[in-house]
C-alpha cells in the first residue's frame, strides 16, 4: 500500500512503449500548470509553441527531480507541448511551505529530434541540458492529458523563483 501511494504521489512511471492518451490531469497538475500560465514571462513559451492561455494542449507531467541534475524533491515537472507535437516546453514550479505553487521562471524549450528529444534555452548549460532531453524522451512514454492552458491565482504563491 505505501509503495503504490507513493507511485502516485510521483507521478507517471516511465514505462516502456507508446504513451497513452488519458482523461483528465490531477489538480495539483492543472493548478501548478494554471499558475505558470498566469504568469507574463511564460507567454512569449506558448506562443513560440502556437499555443496561448485559454486553448487547449497536450501535457505530460513527473513530480520529483529530473535525473541528472541537481535534486528537486517534490518539483512539479509540466512538458507542453505544441500541436504537431515536434515541440515543446518543460516548466517547473514547487509547492512552498503553505502548499502553494511557486513558477520557476527558467524551464526548457524542447524541439523533437527523430525518437528523441534536445532541450535548450534553460538554466544550466550543455549538461542540463542533455539530462533534459534525456528526460524528455523518457517523459514521452508517459500519460499524456489535454488540457486548458487557463491562468489561475487561486493555490498560487505571489512571487516566483
Given at each position: 500500500?505505501?509503495?503504490?501511494?507513493?507511485?502516485f504521489?510521483?507521478g507517471?512511471?516511465?514505462?516502456?512503449?507508446?504513451s497513452?492518451?488519458?482523461?483528465?490531469?490531477p489538480?495539483?497538475?492543472?493548478?501548478?500548470l494554471?499558475?505558470?500560465?498566469?504568469?507574463d514571462?511564460?507567454?512569449p513559451?506558448?506562443?513560440?509553441?502556437?499555443?496561448?492561455?485559454?486553448?487547449?494542449?497536450?501535457?505530460?507531467?513527473?513530480?520529483?527531480?529530473?535525473p541528472g541534475?541537481?535534486?528537486?524533491?517534490?518539483?512539479?515537472?509540466?512538458a507542453?507541448?505544441?500541436?504537431?507535437?515536434?515541440?515543446g516546453?518543460?516548466?517547473?514550479?514547487?509547492?512552498?511551505?503553505?502548499?502553494?505553487?511557486?513558477?520557476?521562471r527558467?524551464?526548457y524549450?524542447?524541439?523533437?529530434?527523430?525518437s528523441?528529444w534536445?532541450?535548450d534555452?534553460?538554466?544550466?548549460?550543455?549538461?542540463?541540458?542533455?539530462?533534459?532531453?534525456?528526460?524528455?524522451?523518457?517523459?514521452?512514454?508517459?500519460?499524456?492529458?489535454?488540457?486548458?492552458?487557463?491562468?489561475?491565482?487561486?493555490?498560487?504563491a505571489?512571487?516566483?523563483?
Open positions: 500500500m505505501v509503495l503504490l501511494s507513493s507511485l504521489l510521483a507517471p512511471v516511465f514505462g516502456g512503449g507508446q497513452k492518451d488519458v482523461g483528465s490531469a489538480d495539483s497538475v492543472t493548478t501548478a494554471g499558475c505558470l500560465v498566469a504568469r514571462y511564460i507567454r513559451a506558448l506562443l513560440d509553441l502556437k499555443l496561448a492561455p485559454g486553448r487547449f494542449a497536450w501535457i505530460r507531467y513527473y513530480i520529483g527531480t529530473i541534475i541537481e535534486p528537486t524533491p517534490g518539483a512539479f515537472n509540466v507542453v507541448y505544441s500541436e504537431d507535437a515536434l515541440h516546453y518543460l516548466l517547473l514550479s514547487f509547492r512552498d511551505r503553505e502548499g502553494k505553487f511557486v513558477a520557476v527558467d524551464g524549450r524542447l524541439t523533437k529530434v527523430g528523441r534536445d532541450a534555452m534553460g538554466n544550466g548549460g550543455m549538461w542540463v541540458y542533455k539530462a533534459v532531453g534525456e528526460f524528455a524522451t523518457k517523459l514521452e512514454k508517459s500519460p499524456r492529458y489535454r488540457v486548458k492552458l487557463a491562468p489561475r491565482r487561486e493555490g498560487c505571489a512571487s516566483d523563483q
